[in-house]
């Protein structure tokens, strides 16, 4: 007696095959998450490390301005070499800070890979109706 053979393209098997397409995408674009998840960590440690050096250069630079000026210049300049020194020093701040939040502006939105993707398989399902 021969062995029935099995069923090809019965409705439950075609679910399961589904149900399967589906956890890998899911599995996939986790994955890609976690990636992003990373990078992000990442970048935001960077910048907090850019933001703080940038204010400890302010406050280190406040106060050598002020202490070297109030020592050497104060002779020299009185009040005025006080007060140029610290401008000088403010500027420098805030060059720094201007360039770590350019570098924030224009590092892209986060999860961009994760969003692309998502938006490829919506196209690529509205394609398949």
Not at 19 to 46: D, P, T
Not at 71 to 95: I, K, M
């Amino acid at each position: 007696m021969a062995s029935p053979e099995p069923k090809s393209g019965g409705l439950v098997d075609s679910v399961k095959r589904v149900g399967e397409g589906i956890l890998a995408l899911l599995h996939n674009r986790l994955q890609l998450l976690s990636v992003e998840l990373q990078e992000e960590k990442h970048r935001v440690l960077q910048a907090g490390l850019w933001l703080c050096i940038g204010v400890m250069l302010i406050f280190l630079g406040l106060a050598m301005g002020v202490g070297a000026v109030a020592l050497v210049v104060h002779c020299w300049w009185g009040l005025a070499g006080l007060f140029g020194l610290a401008l000088l020093l403010l500027l420098v701040g805030a060059v720094v800070l201007a360039v770590m939040w350019n570098r924030l502006k224009s590092s892209g939105a986060p999860f961009s890979g994760t969003l692309e993707e998502l938006k490829k398989d919506r196209e690529w399902l509205r394609g398949k109706h």
